[in-house]
T-cell receptor, first 111, second 112 residues
Framework: DSGVTQTPKHLITATGQRVTLRCSPR?????VYWYQQSLDQGLQFLIQ???????AKGNILERFSAQQFPDLHSELNLSSLELGDSALYFC??????????FGPGTRLTVT | GESVGLHLPTLSVQEGDNSIINCAYS??????FIWYKQESGKGPQFIIDIRSNMDKRQGQRVTVLLNKTVKHLSLQIAATQPGDSAVYFC???????????FGKGTMLLVSP
């Protein structure tokens, strides 16, 4: 158990809809990262927050957004969902080192 | 859980054999490297890391080798066990940035 929690574990929704994925980092970690993992793309970095502020941006679509709240939990919002958005979404957190600890993931299925 | 490695390079070994998983990294400025293990249906789990001022680091049953000249990283697993079956990812970091860049991954299959 990494100490990072993610909810929900599974999510099934229809095209065009909007969903919110939630992540709680390890106790004391200020950085939160979001990744998308699909069968043919590997782990794709989406975005990083550090203590509430956006720190780095990767391959995140404009339809996706994230935020980190004062209690350090983070949410990833995915809107106007398309079939190709079906994937595993992972959250990771880190403290003072570069080592990232991953949560169990949310499996999103868009039908 | 669902496999994440349907299109990944696969290494098949027998239980008890030593396994070597290779990774070529892209950024010559990267100075920190991590190996992660991802079991089916789970998130990636840290195995071992190495900084660029080292060329070898050992853990419990695992050794990471770094060759900066050819930008190559390898993970050696001694006495491989069925529980080692998973997808293994290398990740690189440039200390000027806080993010990791992940490789494509290799699936390790260990048969009894």
């Amino acid at each position: 158990d990494s100490g990072v929690t993610q909810t929900p574990k599974h999510l099934i929704t229809a095209t065009g809809q909007r969903v919110t994925l939630r992540c709680s980092p390890r106790s004391g970690d200020l950085s939160v990262y979001w990744y998308q993992q699909s069968l043919d793309q590997g782990l794709q970095f989406l975005i990083q927050y550090y203590n509430g502020e956006e720190r780095a941006k990767g391959n995140i679509l404009e339809r996706f957004s994230a935020q980190q709240f004062p209690d350090l939990h983070s949410e990833l919002n995915l809107s106007s969902l398309e079939l190709g958005d079906s994937a595993l979404y992972f959250c990771a957190s880190s403290g003072t080192t570069y080592e990232q600890y991953f949560g169990p993931g949310t499996r999103l299925t868009v039908t | 859980g669902e496999s994440v490695g349907l299109h990944l390079p696969t290494l098949s070994v027998q239980e008890g054999d030593n396994s070597i998983i290779n990774c070529a990294y892209s950024n010559s400025a990267s100075d920190y490297f991590i190996w992660y293990k991802q079991e089916s249906g789970k998130g990636p789990q840290f195995i071992i890391d190495i900084r660029s001022n080292m060329d070898k680091r050992q853990g419990q049953r695992v050794t990471v080798l770094l060759n900066k000249t050819v930008k190559h990283l390898s993970l050696q697993i001694a006495a491989t066990q069925p529980g080692d079956s998973a997808v293994y990812f290398c990740a690189e970091n440039n200390s000027g940035y806080s993010t990791l860049t992940f490789g494509k991954g290799t699936m390790l299959l260990v048969s009894p």
